[in-house]
C-alpha cells in the first residue's frame, strides 16, 4: 500500500509540471531512439554480410599464386549508345589490351592432384580469370570479370542452372565458343523473363572480335565467389586459347569445395591442401611457398567481427547522449526538490519515512525515463524501417528484436534510477521542521 501512495504521488509531481516533464524525457528520448537505430541497424548490417558472405564463400578455399592478384589494364568507359553488330564483325569495336593477371601461374595438374589427393575436399574446379570487350544485342555490357571454369563449377560454388545447360567436358576440349551469364546480368540488361539461350554475343580481344553462342543462365545467388550479375562464364581451355595469349594450360585460381563447417576441420583441409601442393611442385621442407591457400569463411568471420565493431563503437557514440539525458535529467530533479521542499516536509510531518521520499523521487525519475525510452523505442524502429527502405542490401534484414526492446527497456530504466538516487536521497534527507520552514 505504501509503495502505491508513493507512486501516486510521484505522478502528482510529474502532472504538476508537464511542460518541464516533456522537456526532461527528450534527451532520453533522443539517446535511447539513437541507440535502437544502431543496434537495429547493427544487427541488420550484420545479417546482410552473413548472408553476403556465405553466398561468397560457399564453403570454399582458395588457392592463387604468391605472384598476386593484378586486374586486367582498365577499359574504356561503356558508352550508352547502341553498338552495331557489324562493327563488331569488322572489328571496329576494340578491346583494350589484356595484362596478365598474375605474375606466377598454378597450371592443371595442380588440380588434378588436388582431385585425387584431397580427401577432405568434396569438388575442384580449376579457373583463369581473363578480360574483353562484350557486346550483346547490340549494346556493350561492362562486365566485371570473364572466367574460364570446368563443368565442376556448378558443383563447387552449388549454382544451379535457370535455364540452358552448363558446360560439358567435350566444351571444354574442344575450347568451344560457348558462354554462361548469370540471371543477374540478363535482369539488369534486358528485363526479367528474358531467355537469351541460343543468341549471339560478341567478345573482342586485341582488335579480333569473335562469336559466342549462349548456352545457359545461371540462377542467380548474390555475392557468390564474385560471380556476381557482372560476370560471364565460358570453358576454360576457351578462355586460355581464345581470349588469352601464352596461357596454354596454366590457371589462375583453384576453387576446392570443403564441406565441413568446424574450424578444426576447415584447417585441417587448408593444411593438406598446401601438403598436397608442396609436394607436387617439389617444394622441400623450409623453401616458402609459390602459392597462397585461404580459407573464404575467414572473411565471412572478419566481417561478422568487423560489423560488431562498428556497431559497438557506433552504439558508444550514441550512449554519450544518454548521458547528457540522464545528466539533464538529475538536474531537473534536483530543482524538483528543492522546488517542492515544502511538500516534502508536509509527508514527513504526516508520517512519511525517509524511505518513502525516497522512493517518491525515485519513482519519479525512473517514469520520466521510461516515458522517454518508450517514445525513444518507437522513433528508433520507425527510423530503423525508413532506413532499410533506404538502404536496398538491408531491406527485410531489419526488425526489432525481442533484444532491443529488453536493452531500451533496461537503459531507460538504468538512466532513471542513476539520475533519480541523488536527487531523491537529497530529498529523503531534508529534516521535517527545516523542509516545512523553507516551504
Known sequence: MAHLINLWFALLGLGSNKLRSALTTLGI??????VIIIVSLGNGLRRSAEKQME?????????RPMGGYMMPMPMPAPTAA??????????????GPIMPMYAQSLDLR???????????????DAQFETGARVVWRGQYLPM???????????????????????FTEADNEAAAPVVVLDEGLVDMFFGQDVNPVGETLYMTVQSVPQAFTIIGVMGQ??????????????PLRTAQLRLSQGSRGTINMIAARVDARASAERR?????????????????????????????????????????????????????????GSIGLMNIMLVSVSERTWEIGLRRAVGAQQVDILLQFLAEAVLLALVGGAIGLALGAVGSYVVSLLVQSLKGLVWLSLDVVL???????AVGVAAGLYPAWRAALLPPTQALRHG
Request: overall charge positive; hydrophobic content about 45%.
Open 29 to 34: 528520448i533522443i539517446g535511447v531512439g539513437a
Open 82 to 95: 547502341p553498338v552495331a553488330v557489324e562493327e563488331v564483325k569488322r572489328g571496329v569495336v576494340l578491346g
Open 221 to 234: 545467388k548474390e555475392g557468390a565467389m564474385g560471380f556476381g550479375p557482372r560476370s560471364l562464364l565460358v
Open 144 to 166: 566485371g570479370q570473364i572466367v574460364g571454369v570446368t563443368p565442376e563449377f556448378l558443383r563447387v560454388y552449388r549454382r544451379e542452372m535457370k535455364v540452358g545447360r552448363f
Open 268 to 324: 585441417y583441409a587448408v593444411a593438406q591442401i598446401n601438403t598436397i601442393l608442396r609436394a607436387r611442385r617439389g617444394l622441400q621442407p623450409g623453401m616458402p611457398e609459390d602459392f597462397t591457400v585461404h580459407d573464404t569463411l575467414e572473411y565471412s568471420e572478419e566481417m561478422t567481427r568487423v560489423t560488431r565493431t562498428i556497431t559497438m563503437v557506433l552504439s558508444l557514440i550514441a550512449g554519450i547522449s544518454l548521458i547528457v
Open 110 to 124: 595442380d588440380a588434378e592432384a588436388l582431385r585425387r589427393l584431397a580427401t577432405s575436399v568434396a569438388a575442384v
Open 407 to 413: 536493452i531500451a527497456v533496461g537503459v531507460s530504466s
Open 55 to 63: 553466398a561468397f564463400s560457399s564453403g570454399t578455399v582458395e588457392v
